[in-house]
């Protein structure tokens, strides 16, 4: 069964430090690519960070050097390290395989983790 849960989002002011994980199913995790990627109201969702199982990453221009995006085996998670946390920076984030996992036609996400950045 397919697992996807993200958490620690929050609010944080601008400035400020946050760190998201994502817990996937074990077989998803150990052979994808995974990224990180932020829903903002009225816009689609984009994929902001995401690493390779090798953990090659790539970042978005607008959060690199900001954001650190890892793999932590042990635990079958993704986690991601914010930094300097901008405004624009606020949305709900949702971990998935990148491409996103696709079942029954359907595309599969977690409920995700909201982020606000606000002072």
């Known amino acids: 069964q397919v697992q996807l849960v993200e958490s620690g989002g929050g609010w944080v002011q601008p400035g400020g430090s946050l760190r998201l994980s994502c817990v996937a199913s074990?077989?998803?995790?150990?052979?994808?690519?995974m990224g990180w990627y932020r829903q903002v109201p009225g816009k689609a969702r984009e994929l902001v960070a995401r690493?390779?199982?090798?953990?090659?990453?790539y970042y978005v221009a607008s959060v690199k050097g900001r954001f650190r995006i890892s793999r932590d085996a042990a635990a079958n998670s993704v986690l991601l390290q914010m930094s300097n946390l901008k405004m624009a920076d606020s949305g709900d984030y949702y971990c998935?395989?990148?491409?996103?996992?696709?079942?029954?036609?359907?595309?599969?996400w977690g409920l995700g983790t909201q982020v606000i950045v606000s002072s």
């Open positions: 074990e077989d998803i995790f150990r052979s994808s690519t």
């Open positions: 998935n395989t990148v491409p996103p996992l696709i079942s029954s036609a359907q595309t599969v």
């Open positions: 690493v390779t199982i090798g953990s090659i990453v």
